[in-house]
């Protein structure tokens, strides 16, 4: 009985604590950001389209998503996707255009340089 409630006490003072620990640190929604305007900007324009019932609330459906090539959502190495789009059409459209196996930058395309 006795170990029962030590038990018990322990397992409310864990769950006390954390509770409380997990309301008193706020998450930071982009921790790789500078503090600064642009990032306070983002953060507020995302609690406004998201706050239900709010006056530039945007229902989940309705929202787009988009983002810079800057580099953190655009694989880029070793090339880029508009590269590697523009040798593979190059290698498709060569047998209708023979003067390529000579007429550089083709002509390194075609030979894999």
Not at 75 to 83: C, R, S, T, V, W
Not at 97 to 109: D, L, N, S, T, Y
Request: proline content about 6%; aromatic content about 12%.
């Amino acid at each position: 009985m006795k170990r029962l409630k030590i038990h018990f006490f322990v397992c409310i003072f864990l769950i006390v604590f954390t509770s409380g620990c997990n309301s008193a640190v706020k998450k930071d929604p982009l921790p790789s950001w500078r503090e600064g305007a642009a990032k306070s900007a983002i953060i507020q324009f995302v609690q406004d389209v998201t706050k239900q019932g709010g006056p530039n609330y945007v229902r989940s459906e309705e929202r787009i998503a988009t983002f810079d090539n800057d580099g953190t959502l655009w694989a880029e190495q070793p090339m880029d996707f508009q590269l590697v789009f523009v040798i593979d059409r190059v290698k498709v459209l060569a047998p209708i255009h023979p003067e390529w196996k000579e007429q550089q930058p083709f002509k390194a395309v075609l030979e894999g340089d």
